[in-house]
């Protein structure tokens, strides 16, 4: 299963999110498996790469509908 988002973001006390500047932080709720998730997340995030490049259209399919859905689930 294709995770659409970084186990830090399970849990919208854990992080805040700055629109202006497009930064992350996390919050002093965070627990120890979200604080590794926010580690990798930022370290993958600096590196120049094409985030689709290695998935199957299937897989790209599989991940735009589920970020759709999250996306709505969101709003709710």
Do not use: C
């Not at 970084?6 to 854990?14: A, E, G, I, L, R």
């Not at 580690?39 to 995030?45: D, I, N, S, W, Y």
Request: hydrophobic share 35%.
């Amino acid at each position: 299963m294709i995770q659409t988002h970084p186990y830090f973001m399970n849990d919208k006390s854990w992080y805040t999110y700055d629109k202006a500047t497009d930064t992350y932080a996390l919050t002093d709720k965070a627990p120890k498996k979200a604080v590794e998730s926010f580690e990798k997340f930022m370290q993958e995030r600096k590196k120049p790469y094409d985030w689709f490049a290695g998935m199957s259209d299937k897989e790209f399919s599989d991940f735009v509908d589920a970020e759709i859905a999250r996306l709505k689930q969101d709003k709710n």
